[in-house]
């Protein structure tokens, strides 16, 4: 399976996300997340090449889904996400494409 662009990885399957940068990560950008939250446990956030700290509002939203949060990153949210998803743990992810 090959992809090109930003990924969203969630338990109903695979999409094109509209996110190039951190910076581009809202709300908005993640209501597909939050729409299948009773699915979810771990949301990685694949940041590119960087780290990134998600704003506080963005953390709230995700604690009170009772979703951990995690954003490191493209390459360790991609390896990070087949681990879980090979122990059959509720993990969705989000990869911002790295150029």
């Known amino acids: 399976m090959s992809h090109r662009g930003s990924l969203l990885c969630l338990p109903r399957g ?18 597909p997340v939050f729409a299948e939250a009773e699915a979810i446990d771990h949301f990685l956030l694949g940041c590119g090449r960087e780290t990134w700290i998600l704003p506080e509002a963005l953390r709230w939203r995700f604690r009170d889904r009772g979703i951990v949060a995690e954003p490191m990153s493209t390459g360790a949210a ?17 990869l911002i494409a790295v150029d």
């Open 14 to 31: 695979i999409a094109a996300w509209p996110v190039a940068r951190v910076e581009d990560v809202t709300e908005a950008a993640l209501a």
């Open 78 to 94: 991609v390896r990070t996400y087949n681990i879980l998803l090979g122990e059959k743990r509720r993990v969705a992810a989000g």
